[in-house]
């Protein structure tokens, strides 16, 4: 198996636990775009266990207190990439948590809802 997630080197490593880990994004979208990691290989959160989901959502946490504590940012997007159509391209189930800070975008309204062209924007209310 060719997983980067699987193999990461422990001096990437910012925090963990026995099932969870997290690193800083080598891309990052913004400072401190850190990533959630279980140490089970598997490609989706539907894979994951009760237990693993737990550590996962407690992991995040304690990251995002982390970031707080650190950076001081504004505001936060969370979210997974599960499967190639969504735009996954490491298959290895991971969450991305990634600081956004006033004036990081012209317009950050519609958030995650970006992830399809042309979809970010809506006015409530009307299809």
């Known amino acids: 198996m060719d997983c980067p997630f699987c193999t990461m080197p422990d001096d990437r490593i910012v925090q963990q636990d026995a099932s969870v880990y997290v690193v800083r994004d080598l891309y990052p979208a913004s400072p401190g775009h850190s990533l959630i990691i279980p140490r089970r290989h598997m490609a989706s959160i539907t894979e994951a266990t009760a237990a693993e ?22 505001g936060y997007n969370i979210g997974i990439n599960d499967g190639e159509a969504a735009g996954q391209t490491v298959m290895h189930l991971h969450v991305h948590l990634i600081p956004r800070y006033r004036g ?24």
């Open 104 to 127: 990081d975008a012209a317009d950050p309204r519609g958030g995650v809802r970006h992830a399809v062209p042309g979809q970010g924007y809506y006015t409530p209310g009307k299809p």
């Open 53 to 74: 989901q737990d550590a996962l959502r407690d992991m995040l946490a304690s990251a995002r207190a982390a970031l707080d504590g650190e950076l001081h940012p504004d």
